[in-house]
């Protein structure tokens, strides 16, 4: 049954999670479908980084470490995203960047299984989890191999010789998502450990870490989580594993006693080990709020409408640019896809450039694929409707076939 613009516009009316759009600085011309990419701004972050800059920084200056809580950020925050992915409270801390905490946990990882030598992990998969592991590789003397296979073949090549499993989620440039709790179960009967990257999954969909049994995990802050740009990011160490885990960073705040500035290096106890230096206040702060918001809503509720989203979208193009060389680069099937939707065409980063022009914020991915995020807090029916219709008039237009939109930017 085609959905016309007042079907959608019935839905959002219907839409129980609407209220939340009103409290995201939003442009009323602007149609936001990259907040898999970069989360959209609270309007109550301005506020809060006003407040920490001028009267915790500025009038209480260092004491603020302790008055305001500011050393206990990693672990307040940390737990706050336990709760939207499913983890046990005291195994979720906020540090660095996700890179660097790929770094802690892939080293930590090999180091629990010594007498193997792979990490496991897809060829599809984001290249920063590939590189660290390359990374790493060579710095351990080129003694472990990083073996790379296609996603649906990731679980019949977990053997005796895999040390680690290094997978994300949901897929950044396809939106596939793993069976978490599958993958890991396999792991496990293989004897190896799982590392699974959240960077397009929390916030966006209930997430069950400590029922699926997961040994590590990595995620940001700027996406779903609404942090803002470069917002730290989180790592998450199970309760079983903390005993044995050694974070190859030893930094001073990682230390059993920072402020006794002992000379030699002793792990503070249970998460607190993966702390490598000093946290970022105002950062933490502004990722605090988006979480906050994120804590509110129901994660049920918000993969229902992810999903709602995500068909309306695929039904419009069907519909509305059939003949126009658009192919569906994401899974057909609800249980297989995080929360966006991609196309590969030929032209893809001329036609994304032509969108955005007209208002229509996605974003591309190399080689050929146009990327659409939803963020369910904040993005309508009618936004999905509104997109796919300018979608069609640049396909029919011809108008992405400009040389400006052709001119590659840094940030694709």
């Given at each position: ?129 590939l590189y660290i592991a ?148 105002l950062s933490l702060a ?127």
């Amino acid at each position: 049954m085609t959905v016309t613009r007042a079907d959608a516009l019935a839905l959002d009316r219907a839409d129980k999670l609407a209220p939340f759009r009103d409290r995201f600085a939003l442009l009323d011309n602007v149609i936001y479908l990259d907040g898999n990419s970069l989360g959209a701004l609270p309007k109550a972050t301005p506020a809060r980084l006003a407040e920490l800059v001028t009267a915790e920084w500025g009038r209480d200056l260092i004491r603020s470490w302790n008055i305001h809580g500011w050393i206990d950020l990693p672990f307040r925050v940390g737990d706050k995203i336990g709760r939207l992915i499913g983890a046990e409270p005291g195994s979720v801390v906020v540090a660095d960047s996700t890179s660097v905490n790929l770094f802690k946990l892939i080293a930590a990882a090999l180091r629990l299984r010594p007498e193997r030598r792979v990490i496991l992990s897809e060829s599809e998969n984001f290249p920063t989890d590939l590189y660290i592991a390359q990374g790493l590789i060579a710095l351990l003397g080129d003694k472990h191999e990083l073996r790379l296979v296609a996603p649906d073949a990731v679980a019949g090549a977990i053997d005796g010789d895999v040390a680690l499993v290094l997978l994300t989620h949901v897929n950044y440039r396809s939106g596939r998502m793993h069976d978490m709790e599958e993958v890991t179960r396999l792991a496990h009967a293989a004897g190896a450990l799982i590392l699974w990257d959240l960077a397009h999954s929390a916030g966006a969909m209930p997430v069950d870490l400590a029922g699926s049994n997961a040994d590590f995990a990595v995620g940001c802050g700027y996406k779903y989580l609404n942090g803002g740009p470069g917002a730290p990011a989180f790592l998450y160490v199970a309760h079983r594993l903390q005993r044995v885990f050694h974070s190859p960073l030893t930094g001073w705040l990682g230390h059993a006693a920072p402020f006794a500035f002992d000379p030699h290096y002793r792990p503070a106890p249970g998460i607190a080990s993966a702390i490598v230096g000093t946290p970022p206040i105002l950062s933490l702060a502004a990722l605090e709020i988006g979480i906050d918001l994120a804590l509110e809503a129901d994660l049920a509720a918000v993969r229902k409408k992810s999903l709602a989203l995500a068909r309306l979208f695929v039904e419009r193009v069907t519909e509305s640019c059939a003949g126009f060389d658009l192919t569906l680069a994401s899974p057909s099937r609800d249980d297989e896809r995080g929360s966006q939707i991609c196309y590969a065409h030929p032209q893809g980063y001329a036609i994304m450039q032509a969108l955005i022009a007209r208002g229509v914020i996605g974003d591309f991915r190399a080689p050929d694929i146009l990327r659409f995020g939803f963020t369910p807090l904040y993005t309508r029916f009618v936004d999905v409707w509104d997109a796919v219709d300018t979608l069609r008039d640049v396909l029919a237009s011809g108008e992405w076939d400009q040389p400006a939109f052709k001119q590659r930017a840094a940030v694709t």
